[in-house]
């Protein structure tokens, strides 16, 4: 039963495939599409959630991958801007509810307006266009956490700001599967702690911090994950996360400190996000080409221990 809901295969038929080396994982390819707003819903500090109907894209997403989204009509955001895929989900029925037994459509993101990209995401309206390149990345291989997961009392989600947007899907799976999950949600002000709500019936407490005191503890979110993991010595973890460099670093020490296994979503600058032009790499253990892994195609989520987070600073995360 737990085995079936975690290797279900994606309705859709794949236009490509490729094979990630190291895991040996097939990976379904992306589609390229141009793809109808449906919603566009302003949050609080200066968030949004983008509701899009991608009918190709949205059945073929596994959880933590992401898609690129393109501006049409403005030459001046010419790259496509990464985003993670935050939920996928069946279009609404009429009553409002989803419609059961049908394939996921609406692929949403949740993103925060920080640059010229974001703001322009933020005037789209119901009916306008995108361009959608998605699913992208291998993403929270089933094949590569869940045995982790089984070897676990509790998933610990650790969500820094804007990087809760890649923890939602695989919350989900792992909610399916039967896991008890908690979230650590660390962001400036109560403002940036959104998404949370999707969170609730998927974890048995949510733990959050801001850097003011305006919700939660005052101050970083590795503090009270310390303090749980200092109180929980007898229990195994694993740890997902993701959010800035400074959190990334300081969360995957504490998972190193304390003995369990951590996956990172890593948040690099993109170019093509298609793995062709090598601006997303880090540094990983190995040698020569080894040493480098793509963020868009290997990633974006890796074993904490494989990065060599001494360089990565340097290599464009964000701070
Ligand atoms: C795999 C991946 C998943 C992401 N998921 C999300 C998401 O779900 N929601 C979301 O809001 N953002 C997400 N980001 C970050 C998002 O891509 C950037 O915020 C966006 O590209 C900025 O575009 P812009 O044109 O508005 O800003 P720009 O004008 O390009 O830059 C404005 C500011 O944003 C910063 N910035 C630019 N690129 C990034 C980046 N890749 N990461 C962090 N900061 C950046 C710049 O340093 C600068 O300070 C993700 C990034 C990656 C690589
Ligand atoms: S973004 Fe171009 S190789 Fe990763």
């Known amino acids: 039963m737990l085995a079936e809901s975690w290797n279900r295969v994606p309705p859709a038929l794949p236009i490509g495939r490729y094979t990630n080396a190291r895991s040996s994982v097939s990976i379904v390819a992306m589609y390229d599409d141009m793809v109808a707003v449906i919603e566009n819903r302003p949050l609080t500090g200066g968030h949004f959630l983008l509701s899009l109907d991608a009918p190709r ?39 409002g509810g989803p419609r059961r037994a049908r394939a996921p459509r609406i692929l949403k993101l949740l993103y925060k307006v920080v640059g010229r990209g974001t703001r322009l995401m933020a005037e789209l309206q119901p009916r306008d266009k995108v361009g959608l390149l998605a699913p992208l990345g291998h993403g929270f291989f089933e094949e590569e ?15 820094g700001g804007i990087g809760i947007a890649a923890l939602l899907l695989p919350a989900k799976r792992l909610a399916e599967a039967g896991f008890r999950q908690r979230l650590f949600f660390g962001a400036r002000t109560k403002d940036d702690l959104v998404g949370v709500q999707d969170f609730k019936p998927l974890v048995c407490a949510t733990l ?45 020490e504490l998972a190193k400190r304390f003995r369990h296994p951590c996956l990172v979503s890593m948040e690099n600058r993109m170019g093509c996000g298609l793995g062709v032009c090598l601006g997303c790499c880090i540094r990983v253990e190995g ?17 904490a221990e494989k990065v060599v987070w001494e360089t990565e600073r340097k290599l464009g995360i964000r701070d």
């Open 57 to 95: 894209q949205a059945p073929a997403v596994r959880p933590g991958q992401f898609a690129m989204v393109r501006i049409l009509g403005r030459s001046d955001v010419l790259l496509r801007r990464p985003m993670s895929i935050f939920d996928v989900t069946a279009k609404e029925g009429r009553d």
């Open 145 to 159: 956490y869940l045995p982790r997961a089984h070897e676990s009392d509790e998933i610990l989600h650790v969500a």
């Open 208 to 252: 959050s911090a801001t850097e003011d005191g305006s919700a939660g503890y005052r101050g970083f979110v590795t503090r009270p994950l310390e303090e749980y993991l200092t109180k929980h010595t007898d229990q195994k973890f694993l740890l997902m996360v993701c959010g800035p460099w400074a959190m990334l670093r300081a969360t995957v």
């Open 287 to 303: 040698e020569g080409h080894e040493a480098y892994q793509r963020v868009c195609t290997e990633g974006p989520v890796f074993w």
